[in-house]
């Protein structure tokens, strides 16, 4: 059973950090895409990065892109995204997603597996 479990969601302050974790498991880690996604309070989710399993590079949406930045730990099975500079409009739930499209400038469904989410919350 595929399963991605976030954490490291929180309360920051605007300009502050943080890193999320995705920890995966039921499915070989190297062979597929794991990407990250979130969705702000009354809107759509929306890809913001992703590790490729074809050819192991990083790729941002282009409205993350120089704050966020994504990472694995094959030996641990985790994907991490580390946050930069805060801003309120990050406020969103984070998601953790398995083998979204994953392209340069190109982070989008379909997505089969998802995680539960951990909400980020940044007061101005």
């Known amino acids: 059973e595929v399963q991605l479990v976030e954490s490291g969601g929180g309360l920051v302050q605007a300009g502050g950090s943080l890193r999320l974790s995705c920890v995966a498991s039921?499915?070989?880690?190297?062979?597929?895409?794991i990407g990250w996604f979130r969705q702000a309070p009354g809107k759509g989710r929306e890809g913001i990065s992703c590790?490729?399993?074809?050819?192991?590079?990083?790729h941002y949406a282009d409205s993350v892109k120089g704050r966020f930045t994504i990472s694995a730990d094959n030996a641990k099975n985790t994907v991490y995204l580390e946050i930069n500079n805060l801003k309120p409009e990050d406020t969103a739930v984070y998601y953790c997603?398995?083998?979204?499209?994953?392209?340069?400038?190109?982070?989008?469904?379909?997505?089969?597996?998802w995680g539960r989410g951990t909400q980020v919350t940044v007061s101005s």
């Open positions: 997603a398995h083998d979204p499209a994953c392209l340069p400038g190109v982070v989008t469904g379909p997505v089969d597996y």
């Open positions: 039921g499915f070989t880690f190297d062979d597929y895409a």
């Open positions: 590790i490729s399993s074809i050819d192991g590079n990083a």
